[in-house]
């Protein structure tokens, strides 16, 4: 699974200070996925997958795509399965609906909680962001990406697209990736983070 990583809280006038820790934090993010898929050890691809794995293409970074979203707590215990690439459900508790502006268009995602994961003390507190944008299926990949986010202590939370990643199904077969729900598609292009394999 791809490390967690903390989003910075940051105000719309971020000073150049806070701008150079986002970049550090999102080239080091770059740099991580690279490594998780060329490390025989933590990649999902095969050995020949691997020898022609020349690394993921990115967005620029462009940090109008860290946002900070009020976080609208779902009180409700439902439970919501959402369909994966290899045809399994699996089982989510929403978490809250988290309101935002992106390029000046009001969105809203929701945040889930996987079941399975919370009864692992590393990952107790883990939040899991499926979404699809207006680039999916082009720019994008069409399956979705993901972000990896923190129970926040408050009542805003601070979302980097810079940090969305693809799931594995993105590069190679014999995985079950979470499909995002429909409601998890925003209605304006991402243009952060990992772009849409060429294979793919």
Do not use: W
């Not at 998780?36 to 933590?42: A, C, G, M, N």
């Not at 992106?102 to 996987?114: F, P």
């Not at 939370?157 to 190679?172: D, G």
């Not at 079950?176 to 991402?190: D, H, M, Q, R």
């Amino acid at each position: 699974m791809v490390a967690l990583l903390l989003c910075l809280m940051v105000n719309t006038g971020l000073t150049q200070i806070s701008k150079d820790s986002l970049t550090s934090q999102i080239l080091a993010f770059q740099a991580e996925q690279n490594h998780h898929y060329l490390d025989k050890k933590t990649s999902p691809l095969t050995k020949k997958e691997r020898k022609a794995f020349e690394g993921h293409e990115f967005f620029p970074i462009d940090l109008s795509y860290v946002v900070e979203a009020k976080v609208e707590r779902i009180e409700s215990n439902d439970t919501v399965a959402m369909n994966s690439s290899g045809g399994l459900i699996k089982y989510y508790k929403p978490y809250a609906k988290l309101h935002f502006s992106l390029n000046g268009v009001k969105c809203t995602l929701i945040t889930y909680q996987s079941y399975k994961l919370m009864t692992v003390k590393e990952y107790e507190n883990y939040l899991f962001l499926p979404f699809r944008d207006a680039n999916s299926g082009t720019l994008t990949y069409g399956g979705g990406r993901y972000l990896d986010l923190l129970i926040p202590a408050g009542e805003t939370i601070t979302l980097n697209f810079n940090l969305a990643y693809n799931p594995y199904c993105a590069y190679t077969s014999g995985y079950n990736c979470t499909i995002p729900p429909a409601e998890n598609t925003l209605p304006v292009p991402v243009n952060a983070g990992l772009k849409a394999p060429q294979t793919h």
